[in-house]
């Protein structure tokens, strides 16, 4: 086969410079500081020319169009001046002290079943003071089975809370 000849590529590939453009003889090429400092140089020009032109800004798809009306604003206020009010006021709901143990895997668990134990022991220990103590066979004495009652429930809960002081708890 037959030598092919060389043919010269379209410039179409790189752009023209837009800025000075200095010959191979030119003594300012000799320095690698000069070669920086003119490709530093093109590169502002660049910037500064394209610092005029705006991008277009992205648009959302039609299917994922914003709903946007003053109904739901409107839905929203009541709740938000009841949930005011109550921020004044203080006032807590029991679900906002479950919420402080956040939402981490297994904490559903073990609030359900920390909640379980405190119902059972509250109610062992209601059953405990509830039951009538044969101390007196009489009935007569209603104000000293009282105050046994609360001191057995002083007791309960002084040792329960050094029980709790003792694990860390």
């Known amino acids: 086969m037959a030598p092919i000849r060389p043919t010269k590529r379209s410039g179409a590939s790189k752009p023209q410079r837009t800025t000075f453009t200095a010959k191979s003889t030119d003594l300012f090429h000799n320095s690698k500081r000069d070669k920086r400092e003119m490709k530093?140089?093109?590169?502002?020009?660049?910037?500064?020319?394209s610092?005029?032109?705006a991008k277009p800004l992205k648009r959302r798809r039609p299917s994922k169009k914003l709903v946007?009306?003053?109904?739901s604003l409107e839905d929203a206020l009541p709740e938000l001046e009841e949930h005011m009010v109550k921020a004044k006021?203080?006032?807590?709901?029991?679900?906002?002290?479950?919420?402080s143990l956040g939402s981490k895997p297994g904490v559903r668990k073990k609030r359900e079943r920390i909640e379980r134990e405190e119902r059972e022991r509250f109610g062992k220990n209601l059953a405990l003071l509830s039951m009538a103590r044969p101390d007196n066979a009489e009935g007569g004495e209603a104000a000293g089975a009282t105050s046994n009652r609360w001191a057995a429930l002083r007791a309960h809960l002084n040792s329960s809370m050094a029980e709790q002081a003792a694990a860390g708890g």
Do not use: Q
Not at 68 to 71: A, K, Q, S, V, Y
């Open 40 to 49: 530093h140089s093109l590169l502002l020009s660049k910037a500064r020319k």
């Open 89 to 99: 006021t203080g006032a807590r709901d029991v679900g906002d002290k479950n919420k």
């Open 68 to 71: 946007t009306t003053m109904e």
């Open 51 to 53: 610092a005029g032109i």
